[in-house]
C-alpha cells in the first residue's frame, strides 16, 4: 500500500509570467501525480496534487526552485487525505477558486 496523500500549496513570489504552470505541470505529470496548477489573482499560483508522498515531497522540492526567471519566495502547503477526485494533472486557465 502506498502512502497517499494530497497538497494544497500556493506559490509566492515572482511566478506568473515566467512558465511556473507549465514547469510545474511537467513535474507534476514525471511524477505520476494527478491534480492540477493555475494563476491565482494576487500573483501567486495554487496547485493541488495528489499522489505518492514521497513524488509529493519531490514536486514541492521542484516548485521551491520553479523555472529560469521566477522567484519563489515561499510556499504555503497543507497536507491533507487524498480525495481520488483527478485522472490526470491539468493546467487551468484564469484564477481557479478550487476542485
Do not use: K
Amino acid at each position: 500500500m502506498t502512502d497517499s496523500a494530497r497538497i494544497d500549496v500556493t506559490v509566492h513570489g515572482r511566478v506568473q509570467g515566467v512558465g511556473f504552470r507549465m514547469y510545474a505541470a511537467e513535474a507534476a505529470r514525471r511524477l505520476e501525480l494527478t491534480g492540477w496548477v493555475a494563476n491565482e489573482r494576487a500573483g501567486n499560483v495554487r496547485c493541488v496534487a495528489e499522489g505518492p508522498a514521497d513524488a509529493l515531497r519531490r514536486l514541492l522540492d521542484a516548485m521551491r526552485t520553479g523555472p529560469m526567471g521566477a522567484i519563489v519566495e515561499r510556499l504555503d502547503e497543507t497536507w491533507q487525505a487524498p480525495t481520488g477526485g483527478f485522472d490526470r494533472f491539468e493546467i487551468r486557465s484564469g484564477w481557479h477558486q478550487g476542485d
